[in-house]
């Protein structure tokens, strides 16, 4: 009992300590989205040796849970190792040597015990023991079979909380091309703008030189025009 009990308790340790450390992976995800790639490297690195790390765990617990159960099959001080009063008394063997005994079953035998064919008083009393005995161990062998099963990890979330944060960088990463690109995009429409009004102020430039020139020689003819016809 006291084996299992520390078993049960480092158990419920590396359980916590594998959830904080999927949390702690989570954050360092959130904050890496900014970072440099080399920060995303380690990032995923890490994310990828703690995944196989679970996993070992998870095949090791499963191993653990599963010599459990096969040990529960024989209990200590049973019939079969403790004098018996002289009445044959209920035997259990092996986890898959027979099924288990309900309670309803026990009952019935108890009732065939107690029928006017029981050999003596004493044997009835020793069955009778027997039988509670057997009943309160498959209720304390489905307690432990249940505390076992409650103490399996449920990977399945870990690896699903791990994907998540390959997924929301992933998001990140397609959200910062969008920008780059709609940044580009902007970019060579701002240059096309600039060189149309380039083009624009040239042509302006070129249009009003050729007006100024025109004008400087209107006047020129005017002027001698003028000239002439005073002379």
């Known amino acids: 009992d006291a084996f299992r009990e520390k078993l049960h308790m480092t158990q419920q340790n590396a359980n916590l300590t594998i959830k ?3 949390s702690a992976l989570q954050d360092l995800g959130a904050l890496v989205t900014h970072g440099d790639k ?4 380690q990032s995923s690195r890490l ?6 790390v679970v996993k070992r765990y998870s095949n ?3 191993q ?8 529960m099959g ?5 019939a079969a190792a403790r004098p018996s009063g002289g009445g ?3 035997q259990t063997g092996g986890w898959f040597d027979a099924p288990r005994q309900r309670p309803e079953e026990a009952t019935s035998l108890l009732d065939d015990v107690e029928s006017p064919q029981s050999p003596t008083q004493q044997q009835q009393q020793q069955w009778r023991q027997d039988l509670d005995y057997e009943q309160a161990m498959l209720v304390e062998r489905d307690q432990r079979i249940r505390q076992i099963e409650a103490d399996m990890l449920d990977c399945n979330q870990i690896f699903k909380d791990l994907a998540n944060i390959v997924h929301e960088q992933g998001a990140v990463i397609d959200t910062i091309e969008g920008n780059i690109e709609n940044t580009q995009q902007n970019t060579a429409q701002a240059v096309e703008q600039l060189r149309s009004a380039a083009s624009y102020q040239r042509k302006y430039r070129q249009k009003t030189c ?3 020139v025109l004008v400087v020689v209107v006047a020129a003819v005017v002027a001698l025009v003028i000239y002439f016809s005073i002379k």
């Open 47 to 52: 994310r990828s040796e703690f995944q196989e």
């Open 210 to 212: 050729f007006l100024l």
């Open 60 to 62: 090791l617990q499963k």
């Open 38 to 41: 080399q920060q995303k490297l």
């Open 88 to 90: 044959a008394a209920l």
């Open 20 to 22: 904080s450390t999927t």
């Open 64 to 71: 653990v849970a599963t010599r459990q159960k096969y040990t």
């Open 74 to 78: 024989v209990r200590p001080g049973s």
